[in-house]
């Protein structure tokens, strides 16, 4: 998935407003504590980032 479909989805998910702070100071289990921008800037596939993400927040099937 690129970056950009990443955000997309963040923004989606959380609102414009908040996705980017969540994903700052939010850490997710699914990525041994990281927060989301850790585990990006530490060369996670944001593709397995979503998916932790997607699982934490406890989204819709649909948005998998």
Do not use: C, P
């Not at 989805?9 to 980017?20: D, F, I, S």
């Not at 530490?42 to 932790?52: C, M, S």
């Amino acid at each position: 998935m690129r970056l950009t479909d990443f955000w997309r989805r963040m923004e989606h998910a959380l609102g414009a407003g908040y996705a980017r702070s969540w994903a700052a100071d939010f850490r997710v289990a699914a990525l041994n504590y990281r927060t989301v921008d850790q585990a990006i800037a530490e060369g996670e596939d944001t593709q397995v980032v979503w998916r932790a993400v997607h699982e934490t927040l406890g989204l819709e099937a649909k948005y998998r």
